[in-house]
């Protein structure tokens, strides 16, 4: 079973905050709550701009009841103390029971939840779990119990970005938003939730949806294909296209860690985007299959060298343990080049969980 709240070792922030006053307004101005790990990933444009959509994503095929269900296991599943603590809190917030909340995440069977939602948190779990990752047949079970394709790619987006969201916390050990957790415990939650209920707005930045050949082109492209028609496709592409076009890592070894982690987690697909990739920087297929199977390429700079087995240690890890190893990451790359290894590392964790709907 999946650690409780209470059970999750955590240490002491892995990087410090570095407050940004535009971005920070700009968030105000979405009507978005400035978060910890928001001041500290704002000096990456394309890894603050993931990080607001995974918090302040509003589903559009699934209900928001379900979505919010699915956050909380999927930040539990991952032994996430930043995201599960906020979670818990919000769902506090938005009315939700303290037994009910202790039932979801306990995993017990719930009279207030039908077969239909039970499957949906069953294959939340598994998806974040990935031990091993669902595949065709974990999608087959969740249609054939009512949900439609476009209701699954969305339930399968919120699941892997969340992925990416939690891994970007813990990465950093992003300090728990503990003020928030303690007015979600009091009488105040029901004006905290009327309040952020009305200071949230729509979503502009992000409503026209790219064409299929536009959507599909790009580093891992291919992915983002059963999202078509979801606002989900865009936010997932702009986090890929931004990734890879950022420079304080090499592509190259930006490349070689999603290769790395696809393996991992026993995804052909990422795998093999990862392959034509590293392909078109000039790497032989020899030279990938070392680099894949040794974690080591001389083709990475000498301060790149320890990201491989740094990004294998990501997919399945505890979380003081994996922030001890990025601390020691960032004492050889530096704090910029850090903060970036944990978007992409997180971002490949989130791409090869997505990946599932292409089986």
């Given at each position: 079973?999946?650690?409780?709240?209470?059970?999750?070792?955590?240490?002491?922030?892995?990087?410090?905050?570095?407050?940004?006053?535009?971005?920070?307004?700009?968030?105000?101005?979405?009507?978005?709550?400035?978060?910890?790990?928001?001041?500290?990933?704002?000096?990456?444009?394309?890894?603050?701009?993931?990080?607001?959509?995974?918090?302040?994503?509003?589903?559009?095929?699934?209900?928001?009841?379900?979505?919010?269900?699915?956050?909380?296991?999927?930040?539990?599943?991952?032994?996430?103390?930043?995201?599960?603590?906020?979670?818990?809190?919000?769902?506090?917030?938005?009315?939700?029971?303290?037994?009910?909340?202790?039932?979801?995440?306990?995993?017990?069977?719930?009279?207030?939840?039908?077969?239909?939602?039970?499957?949906?948190?069953?294959?939340?779990?598994?998806?974040?779990?990935?031990?091993?990752?669902?595949?065709?047949?974990?999608?087959?079970?969740?249609?054939?119990?009512?949900?439609?394709?476009?209701?699954?790619?969305?339930?399968?987006?919120?699941?892997?970005?969340?992925?990416?969201?939690?891994?970007?916390?813990?990465?950093?050990?992003?300090?728990?938003?503990?003020?928030?957790?303690?007015?979600?415990?009091?009488?105040?939650?029901?004006?905290?939730?009327?309040?952020?209920?009305?200071?949230?707005?729509?979503?502009?930045?992000?409503?026209?949806?790219?064409?299929?050949?536009?959507?599909?082109?790009?580093?891992?492209?291919?992915?983002?294909?059963?999202?078509?028609?979801?606002?989900?496709?865009?936010?997932?592409?702009?986090?890929?296209?931004?990734?890879?076009?950022?420079?304080?890592?090499?592509?190259?070894?930006?490349?070689?860690?999603?290769?790395?982690?696809?393996?991992?987690?026993?995804?052909?697909?990422?795998?093999?985007?990862?392959?034509?990739?590293?392909?078109?920087?000039?790497?032989?297929?020899?030279?990938?299959?070392?680099?894949?199977?040794?974690?080591?390429?001389?083709?990475?700079?000498?301060?790149?060298?320890?990201?491989?087995?740094?990004?294998?240690?990501?997919?399945?890890?505890?979380?003081?343990?994996?922030?001890?190893?990025?601390?020691?990451?960032?004492?050889?790359?530096?704090?910029?080049?850090?903060?970036?290894?944990i978007g992409v590392a997180a971002l490949a964790n989130g791409t090869v969980r997505l990946a599932m709907l292409l089986e």
């Amino acid at each position: 079973m999946a650690m409780l709240l209470s059970e999750i070792q955590w240490s002491d922030p892995v990087l410090p905050a570095s407050p940004d006053a535009e971005w920070e307004a700009e968030l105000k101005r979405r009507g978005a709550q400035v978060l910890e790990v928001d001041r500290r990933v704002a000096s990456v444009r394309w890894l603050r701009e993931a990080s607001y959509q995974a918090t302040n994503y509003i589903p559009g095929a699934v209900p928001e009841r379900l979505h919010r269900m699915g956050s909380m296991v999927t930040a539990q599943e991952n032994a996430c103390r930043y995201c599960y603590g906020a979670n818990r809190a919000f769902m506090k917030v938005l009315g939700y029971r303290e037994s009910f909340i202790q039932q979801v995440e306990r995993d017990v069977l719930m009279a207030e939840l039908d077969e239909k939602q039970r499957a949906y948190i069953a294959f939340c779990r598994r998806l974040a779990r990935s031990k091993p990752r669902p595949a065709a047949a974990e999608r087959t079970a969740l249609l054939a119990s009512g949900y439609t394709p476009t209701q699954v790619g969305e339930i399968a987006f919120a699941i892997s970005f969340g992925c990416f969201y939690n891994r970007v916390s813990t990465l950093m050990a992003a300090p728990p938003e503990q003020k928030f957790e303690r007015m979600a415990a009091s009488p105040m939650r029901w004006v905290i939730g009327l309040a952020m209920r009305l200071m949230k707005k729509p979503e502009a930045a992000v409503q026209a949806l790219p064409d299929p050949a536009a959507l599909t082109s790009g580093p891992f492209g291919a992915v983002l294909a059963p999202l078509a028609g979801l606002r989900a496709a865009s936010i997932m592409k702009a986090a890929l296209d931004g990734a890879f076009e950022s420079g304080e890592l090499s592509r190259c070894a930006k490349v070689l860690m999603f290769a790395v982690i696809a393996r991992t987690v026993a995804c052909p697909h990422c795998e093999a985007a990862a392959v034509r990739l590293l392909q078109d920087e000039g790497l032989s297929q020899a030279e990938i299959d070392s680099a894949i199977g040794t974690l080591r390429s001389p083709r990475l700079a000498p301060r790149e060298n320890g990201l491989l087995s740094w990004a294998r240690d990501t997919v399945y890890y505890e979380p003081s343990s994996i922030q001890q190893k990025t601390r020691t990451l960032g004492a050889e790359l530096g704090p910029q080049a850090l903060l970036e290894a944990i978007g992409v590392a997180a971002l490949a964790n989130g791409t090869v969980r997505l990946a599932m709907l292409l089986e």
